[in-house]
């Protein structure tokens, strides 16, 4: 294993405990901020609370199933 590994490993699981990516930038010595942008795209539960966010209010939470008839309907293409 690389220490490498470690690190990312490490600032994945800040951003995954809520750590600001600017804490984590200065914790881990990077240059600047925008170099943690990787973790942020790499971490898919962060995508899915930001888009969460934007669903209306009257919408039920939770992730699309697609009915069976849908699911036919793709598998013919």
């Known amino acids: 294993m ?3 590994v470690l690190r990312h490993s490490c ?3 800040l951003l995954q405990a809520g750590v600001d990516t600017t ?3 200065l914790w881990l010595g ?3 901020v925008r170099s943690t942008d990787a ?3 790499a971490d ?3 995508k899915e609370k930001a888009l969460a966010l934007t669903a209306p ?5 939770g992730r699309y199933r697609p009915t069976d008839k849908v699911l036919d309907f793709l598998d013919r293409l």
């Open 39 to 41: 973790y942020v795209h």
């Open 30 to 32: 990077h240059a600047g």
């Open 57 to 61: 209010v009257t919408v039920r939470p």
């Open 44 to 46: 898919m539960t962060i």
């Open 2 to 4: 690389h220490p490498h």
């Open 23 to 25: 804490v984590i930038a």
């Open 11 to 13: 600032a994945m699981s």
